[in-house]
């Protein structure tokens, strides 16, 4: 937060709180589905399991949204470890002149 608060860009550890934050939220969304047994299908804001249904159902859309696991794991790994980065056949080449499968 202290980066955010001076007005710059947030830094790797963005990506590590993403990771974990949206992995730990799909996994309790999936133990409270499996502990409501067939009950934890049903949508009902009484029964008090909407929040687990919420978080069940939200999870793989937060899990995409601002980058996939697989990409925050690259930045991670790149900016954090100093890991070098991925080879690329199209790096230094112009969008236009990437070849394509036509």
């Known amino acids: 937060m202290s980066a955010l608060s001076k007005g710059e860009a947030p830094g790797p550890e963005a990506s590590i709180t993403k990771i974990v934050s949206a992995n730990k939220l799909q996994a309790i969304g ?13 949508i009902d804001e009484e029964d008090g399991m909407s929040s687990f249904q919420a978080a069940w159902l939200g999870a793989p859309g937060l899990r995409i949204a ?4 697989e990409i925050l794991k690259n930045i991670i790994a790149e900016r954090v470890l100093g890991l ?5 056949a199209d790096k230094g080449l112009p969008f ?3 070849p394509s499968g036509k």
Do not use: E, V, W
């Not at 999936?30 to 049903?42: E, K, T």
């Not at 601002?66 to 696991?69: A, Q, R």
């Not at 070098?84 to 690329?88: A, E, T």
């Open 96 to 98: 236009k002149d990437i």
């Open 84 to 88: 070098p980065q991925d080879p690329r």
């Open 30 to 42: 999936n133990f409270g589905i499996d502990s409501g047994d067939m009950a934890g299908m049903l």
């Open 66 to 69: 601002g980058g996939t696991d």
